[in-house]
Structure formats: structure tokens, C-alpha cells
């Protein structure tokens, strides 16, 4: 089997939020067939989401075998020791990724959980700024390569979610007065 559609399959899996039914494909597809990165990362966050952390890592530690130089390795194993309470270890695996790409939001936000924890509240707001910052540059981003004008993205989300009313693009100036009284 390709292993990019194995990982398209286990992806599906994981977004139903079957981590097991991952874990099982994953395993069964490799039994008869050579490591591939994409199903063994899939299957540690599988393994992740179960709380089954020892075989998280022996999959990141086969993936580091294979490519040592993967992000996403360094990502999911930093977020797996942070969840063992192995504070520093997931620190040093987080800044790793971070390293490798320094525009990898998620890593910077999941070190920010494990300084918090350690109660180091200037680097925890330090990597909550700059995990906010790649967050939104990734979004925007995205929405500029799909053509689309964020403020369009906005509206849509807002009216999707229905918990605000649909924004509108263009006021009055005295709705715009009104508004600048009320913020003050």
C-alpha cells in the first residue's frame, strides 16, 4: 500500500476520532510491508491520544532512525514527554522542531504548556506570543493562497458558527461614531 494513502486513511481515522481503528490499520499495514514516516507518526499520535506514551515513542524513535531531521517528530515526542510530566526532555524535543522550522506555531504553544507548568511565566508568555503569531501568519497565509480576503473568512466563520451575527463589511459613519463611543 502507498504510504501516503495509508496516511490519508489513518488521518480520516484519527479526524472520526478513532485513534484505535489508526493504531490497529496502521499496525496491520505494516506488519507485511517497510517503515514508512507518514503511518508511524500517524500511528504516535494515535498512540498519543490513547495515553499509550511508551509506543508514542518507540514509533518517534523509529521515525528518528529514518529521518532525524522530521519536525513533526520533535513535535509529537516533546508532546508526549509533556504529558509524562518530563518537563525539560519535552522542552529540549520542542525546541528542536522549532529549530528545524522556526515558523512551527504548534511546537512554540506546546512548549508554552510545559514552561507554564514548570512556572516559568516569561518564556510560557513569550512562546503564547509567538505561537499566536505563526498561528495567525499560517491562516493568513492559507487565506491568501486560496484568493480568499480574510475578512471574508471571518464573516463566513461567524455566520457558520452562528453565535454572532453575520459581520458587515461596510458602516455608516455614524455607525462608526457609535461604535467608537461605545470604547471609550
Not at 488521518?11 to 493504531?23: F, M, P, T
Not at 473568512?153 to 461567524?158: K, L, R, S, V
Request: charged share 25%.
Amino acid at each position: 500500500m502507498d504510504p501516503y494513502e495509508l496516511f490519508t486513511e489513518t488521518q480520516q481515522l484519527l479526524a472520526a476520532g478513532n485513534a484505535q481503528g489508526c493504531v490497529d490499520r496502521i499496525s496491520q499495514v505494516m506488519e507485511s510491508e517497510a517503515e514508512s514516516i507518514p503511518p508511524l507518526l500517524a500511528r504516535a499520535v494515535a498512540h498519543l491520544w490513547l495515553a499509550h506514551y511508551p509506543e508514542a515513542l518507540a514509533d518517534c524513535n523509529q521515525v528518528m532512525r529514518l529521518d532525524p531531521e522530521n519536525r513533526h517528530l520533535y513535535f509529537i515526542r516533546g508532546a508526549v514527554l509533556r504529558r509524562m510530566d518530563r518537563l525539560e526532555a519535552a522542552i529540549a524535543n520542542l525546541s528542536q522542531a522549532i529549530d528545524i522550522h522556526p515558523g512551527y506555531g504548534m511546537a512554540y504553544l506546546e512548549r508554552a504548556y510545559c514552561y507554564n507548568a514548570l512556572e516559568r511565566p516569561l518564556e510560557a508568555d513569550r512562546d503564547l506570543q509567538t505561537a499566536l503569531k505563526q498561528i495567525e501568519a499560517s491562516l493568513q497565509g492559507y487565506c491568501d493562497s486560496m484568493g480568499i480576503i480574510r475578512s471574508q473568512m471571518d464573516a463566513t466563520e461567524a455566520l457558520m458558527n452562528g453565535d454572532r451575527e453575520y459581520p458587515r463589511l461596510f458602516l455608516s459613519a455614524m455607525e462608526l461614531e457609535a461604535m467608537q463611543r461605545t470604547l471609550h
